[in-house]
């Protein structure tokens, strides 16, 4: 009597559906959901909040995969897991978007009050900010979407300006009067982390500078001509032999006629160029450490969108770049220009607008960073001792270099949106830092005077760096500035594991270091996994510009969620840029089909309650062994946050041991049915496996668990429990993978003799180790359609040969043996063999390696090299005696 199983699956997988039903399942059963529970390990992330002007791109697909894997396992670990997602405010680059929004419905910025321009943006970002959290729901983020937090919600922009008043008060911060990084299309300064350094191509310009009540001229090099008319003085080397006479002299400005000192200073490299420079303290920061030495006064010729102002007399209102083309043109006019010469030179561009920076004098608000890291020596300590482990590790040592040579970080920025900095002016320039205006009122009266009222007061108008806000991030998120002894706080704090990009590594991850231990005394995280940058095939750095960056969505509807997940990890180990190929996702998917096909395979089966499975044991012992010992293998690599990894090696064992071995080894004949314990067992392995494929493929792993038999929602695989890892049988495996060789080896032998791969064949085997092949001979027999197996002492002629370790494997064949080809394929073993053997000896005479090394390793590398020395006897022997 046989049974049939239940309904068997659809012919084909239907992600669509299939995605949406499950995404919509979870949040309905609130899997994502989190609270502090003290009978359970919290486990927390917090997203590395994108842009909320951000669209999903394929680094966010990286990162949040990533995540997503990380926090599913912990889930189904049985800990409190805890993804928190935001949104950054992201200053500059909303701000553009909303001037932009308002150019088209033709309102200019400057025609507007701060209060209206701030109504625009919030209504910008009720319409489209957070668009890239929703997308992030089609990848399958399973994040706490109750905890959705964003930069510039009221706790956090209290928690902003609660932090700046407390460093303010402590002296570490102070305004000054200093060159910075200026962004003419945004308006607005940058920190040295906000640009970009990119090498382009320029020209270098050689220009003639008159000496007065002289016939002679010098020559100086620039690649910014344009800036000739803030020149305010030409400095040489006072050892340069050249120059010696130019002292107390005076040369003139090129085209403007103006007379400028020619001063001597040792920081111009005499061998460099002509050895002259000019220098304009307006707009370089080398010549504004020359001008302060010196005491030159300062001509700032731009306006703060780049253009020429009044001050440079030529060019007026014309863009910076217009006016560099037109100033080389006058000069070549005025037979001022010597030469011009084509270069490379690096250029430092904003990274929110990729406008060319340009230095620019102005008061800003600075962290005295030596200061504060004087006062907090954890942020390098941590990382250095690895309390906070950072994975690669090779970027310790560049987390080292940027906190050793760290320099105050200008955290003033001239826009409207983002936190406007808690500072109130008096008419006389004084000033008083508080929380609000009415507090502003009060420590103004009770420090200058109680005559003082409201009218006496102006805020600053600037608003803090982006970066300001997202460095609390770790602690914000659980209002722990609002209220530091919270219940979130104290359970989800310090966070695990932080998963972000190199690139940022400064710009953030340092500063929530520094936060943490600067505002809670302690780390804000355990471990930071940092991923590569996304590339294209060739190499390049996805962009729009480039045209090689493809829609993840589209991926999405074409290749499925679980399809791309795996794709991405596929080729990401930590660290190293990714070379994306859409081809990966294909695999992914074929992926996702395999998984798909081996359980409708399972399901197709009858079930008999009276034959007897006894023959498929050792293929289900063998296959726990594996599993077991597989699982040992991933969770290394998880401990390792070697992801690509792990998932590498869940694919070997689902789509080769599982689906092309084990089910081909207990699979019944056509039309007969399966014994009971066999199905159950296999059943149990596939749920076994749907459990360690489910964080990296969530879709079909939940889809296809609810397949095998109807559950409740408390029996979902999204909260079933991790597999634990057992002992795995080490000589079972070891003894399925000689089978398996025996196998593939006998159907090379038919494919190279054309030979049906179902024809039947005899095998005879010469080997001391009976024993072995006795035990599995019913998956060599099964797999490699051999009909009868037999020992022998001897050597069977007019057979096919193979030889693995020092056994000798014959399969007679009835037509003629090519004795020149059986020659030439026993040489080419034999040198393969004595490769493998010199490479094996190499290690192991490798004294670093024996050091090193595990015992268990040393051991298996021995047993490797014996192994190949009585291979390599036993193919020498063979050659010698074939006829």
Not at 242 to 247: A, N, P, S, T
Not at 252 to 263: E, K, L, M, N, Y
Request: proline share 4%; aromatic share 12%.
């Amino acid at each position: 009597m046989s049974e049939k199983t239940s309904p068997t699956l659809e012919k084909k997988y239907n992600p669509q559906i299939c995605e949406d039903k499950w995404y919509q399942y979870w949040l309905n059963n609130k899997f994502f959901s989190s609270t502090p529970n003290p009978n359970k390990e919290p486990y927390t992330i917090v997203i590395p909040p994108p842009n909320v002007t951000g669209v999903l791109h394929m680094g966010h697909m990286l990162n949040n995969t990533i995540q997503d894997i990380l926090i599913r396992k912990a889930r189904m670990q049985g800990k409190e897991a805890c993804w928190v997602p935001g949104t950054d405010h992201a200053s500059i680059a909303t701000e553009a978007k909303v001037v932009a929004m308002l150019k088209d419905k033709g309102i200019d910025k400057k025609s507007i009050s701060r209060e209206e321009f701030l109504k625009y943006a919030w209504e910008w970002k009720e319409k489209y900010g957070g668009i890239i959290l929703e997308q992030l729901k089609k990848l399958g983020a399973s994040c706490d979407w109750d905890r959705t937090r964003f930069t510039m919600e009221p706790n956090m922009s209290e928690a902003v300006i609660k932090v700046f008043i407390d460093l303010h008060r402590q002296g570490l911060v102070y305004k000054g009067f200093r060159m910075v990084n200026w962004d003419p299309s945004g308006k607005t300064a940058l920190s040295d982390e906000e640009v970009i350094h990119k090498e382009i191509k320029s020209k270098l310009y050689y220009l003639k500078y008159k000496i007065v009540e002289s016939d002679e001229y010098i020559t100086v090099a620039t690649t910014r001509p344009e800036t000739i008319y803030g020149d305010t003085a030409l400095c040489v080397n006072p050892e340069d032999e050249r120059y010696i006479h130019l002292k107390n002299k005076q040369v003139i400005i090129p085209i403007i006629d103006r007379a400028i000192p020619v001063i001597f200073d040792e920081y111009v490299d005499k061998d460099f160029g002509t050895g002259a420079l000019k220098v304009t303290p307006a707009h370089d920061i080398n010549d504004y450490q020359l001008g302060q030495k010196h005491q030159l006064p300062i001509i700032d010729i731009f306006t703060e969108d780049g253009k020429m102002n009044e001050k440079a007399i030529y060019f007026v209102g014309e863009d910076r770049f217009v006016a560099r083309k037109k100033t080389a043109k006058l000069l070549e006019e005025k037979e001022l220009l010597v030469k011009v010469e084509e270069i490379t030179n690096n250029v430092g561009f904003s990274e929110r607008t990729d406008a060319v920076v340009e230095p620019r004098i102005s008061a800003q608000w600075f962290i005295d960073m030596k200061k504060f890291m004087s006062n907090n020596p954890e942020v390098l300590e941590a990382v250095m001792n690895d309390e906070i482990a950072i994975y690669p590790a090779k970027f310790k040592n560049t987390y080292r270099h940027w906190i050793e040579n760290i320099k105050d970080w200008c955290i003033s920025r001239q826009l409207w949106w983002g936190q406007q900095i808690p500072v109130w002016y008096l008419n006389d320039g004084n000033y008083v830092v508080a929380h609000n205006a009415k507090e502003a009122l009060l420590l103004a009266q009770e420090k200058f005077g109680a005559t003082i009222t409201e009218n006496d007061l102006t805020q600053d108008e600037d608003v803090l760096d982006t970066w300001f806000s997202s460095w609390l991030w770790p602690i914000s998120v659980f209002d722990g500035f609002a209220n530091p002894n919270n219940e979130d706080i104290k359970y989800y704090y310090p966070t695990n594991d932080l998963v972000t990009a190199p690139e940022i590594l400064f710009f953030w991850v340092a500063r929530m270091i520094m936060a943490g231990y600067e505002f809670k005394k302690e780390k804000p995280f355990k471990n930071v996994y940092l991923t590569g940058i996304v590339r294209d095939k060739q190499g390049r750095k996805m962009s729009k510009s480039l045209g090689n960056s493809p829609d993840p969505l589209d991926l999405i509807t074409k290749y499925s969620a679980d399809g791309v997940r795996v794709g991405m990890l596929l080729s990401s180990p930590a660290g190293n840029d990714l070379l994306f190929d859409e081809k990966l996702c294909e695999q992914g998917r074929n992926f996702t089909n395999k998984i798909w096909n081996a359980l409708r395979l399972i399901k197709g089966w009858d079930i008999s309650e009276t034959i007897d499975g006894k023959h498929n044991q050792i293929a289900i012992d063998w296959f726990e062994s594996k599993y077991n010992f597989t699982l040992l293998e991933i969770e290394n690599h998880f401990s390792k946050y070697k992801l690509s990894e792990a998932l590498h090696t869940l694919y070997k064992l689902v789509w080769d041991d599982f689906c092309a071995w084990y089910l081909e080894m207990i699979k019944p004949a056509y039309g007969l049915p399966i014994d009971r314990n066999t199905y159950d067992k296999t059943v149990s392995l596939f749920e076994q496996i749907l459990k360690l494929v489910h964080p990296f493929m969530p879709f079909i792993s939940e889809e296809l668990w609810h397949e095998i038999k109807p559950r409740v929602s408390s029996e979902s695989l999204i909260i079933s429990e991790w597999p634990r890892t057992n002992a795995s049988n080490e000589k079972i495996i070891e003894q399925m993978n000689l089978s398996l060789d025996v196998v593939a080896n006998i159907r090379t032998i038919k494919a190279n003799n054309k030979l049906a791969k179902h024809e039947l064949v005899t095998l005879y085997i010469k080997t001391k180790e009976e024993k072995t092949y006795q035990l599995f001979e019913p998956v060599i027999k099964r797999l490699a359609n051999v009909d009868s197996l037999f020992f022998t002492n001897t050597t069977i002629d007019n057979a096919q040969k193979f030889v693995i370790n020092s056994d000798e494997f014959f399969i007679p064949v009835t037509i003629e043996i090519n004795v020149e080809q059986e020659k030439e394929n026993l040489l080419k073993e034999i040198a393969y063999t004595r490769g493998f053997l010199e490479s094996v000896e190499s290690k192991l005479g490798n004294e670093k390696f024996i050091k090193s090394a595990p015992p268990k390793v040393i051991e298996i590398e021995q047993k490797k090299k014996s192994d190949a020395l009585s291979k390599l006897k036993t193919l020498e022997d063979s050659f010698k005696n074939i006829k």
